[in-house]
């Protein structure tokens, strides 16, 4: 008997407290399935891998080697992971070397950022020209 009324009073108290597991806004850290997280272009994670010849055939494709993924250029990507070989494709090809990401650096302040000295050395040359 006293079970009885434990749940019964237990259910009241849910009720009146206004508790419902259909409420949205009682899992604040749920997921929405419909959002999808914005994810990196192919081309440019084929530039963060080094993949001359992908990164290459994306271009004889027509992908525009100055189009951003995520707030920043291929340029940059190649820049900060030290892709020289990379770099020196997409300048080639007519990449923007004072091109800027959304925070405002260039892929020259990737590379120093970066210590990434043979991308620096491709950018420096490449400025001279």
Known sequence: MKKAIFAVATVCLLAIGGV???EPGSHANTLN???????LSA??????QGDVETVKKFIE????????????????????????????????????????CDKGMTAMNYAKMSNATEALAVLKDAMKK
């Open 20 to 22: 419902s597991a259909n």
């Open 33 to 39: 399935p419909t959002t999808v997280a914005p994810e």
């Open 43 to 48: 081309f440019c994670k084929a530039v963060m």
């Open 61 to 100: 494709l027509g992908e525009d080697v100055n189009q951003k993924s995520l707030g920043r250029a291929p340029i940059h990507y190649a820049a900060r992971y030290n892709k020289a070989e990379v770099l020196k494709v997409l300048i080639e090809n007519g990449a923007d070397l004072k091109k800027r």
